[in-house]
């Protein structure tokens, strides 16, 4: 299913081959990598080498989200040719650039926004994006509490634009995010003891 991106942010980064050669065999067809430096949330993930790296070996669609400050000097070293989308914090410094470079470059991709809980939607500007990012928690760490006011966003902008979800979605809260067109599980997919049987039931709940 589409429609469901599996965030490997708390996979064995050690071992990401073997990760990304299980989503394949699962019939995960979607993948969200999310890019952190510090810089804009506490935590740290893979640069811009190792995702070149996954993006190029693997024939999943990718999103990449971005959680830096600056993220222009990210996007200048990203093959964005080689994902689906690139998603960049409303409220990160350096916002403007990063979305006039996105604009600028000529490649088929989505340019997408991404908005923290406290960010109202009424005043982020969507026109220019393709798609936004609701985080229903804080960014930047995985295994958070889902944030359920979050996902009433996307009354005020469903019919406008591609909505993603991002952010404690699990077994008991994916029933609440059905509305999403992207619904992105991370840390409760990894910690699952039968992963095959929380993806097959996952996508029941999306379905039903």
Known sequence: MERLSISILDADLINIEK???????????????????????????????????ITSRYNFIFDIHIMVNNPVDVLCRLNIGDVDSVT??????????????????????????AISPGTFIHDVCLESFDMVTIMSVQP???????????????????????????????????????DFDIIVIGSAYFK???????LERAIEIIKE
């Open 192 to 198: 699952a003891e039968d992963k095959k049987k929380f």
């Open 140 to 178: 930047g760490k995985g295994g958070q509490k889902f944030i359920e006011n979050t996902v009433k966003k996307i009354g005020d902008i469903k019919a406008k634009i591609k909505a993603c979800v991002d952010g404690g979605i699990n077994l008991d809260t994916i029933s609440k995010v059905k």
């Open 88 to 113: 960049i914090h409303w409220e990160c410094e350096g916002f403007k650039k990063a979305s006039e470079y996105l604009d600028s470059v000529e490649c088929s991709f989505k340019k997408g926004i």
């Open 19 to 53: 990760v990304l050669e299980e989503l394949k065999e699962q019939g995960v067809k979607r993948i969200h990598l999310d890019i952190l430096d510090t810089s804009f949330v506490e935590n740290i993930s893979f640069g811009t080498g190792i995702v070149n790296e």
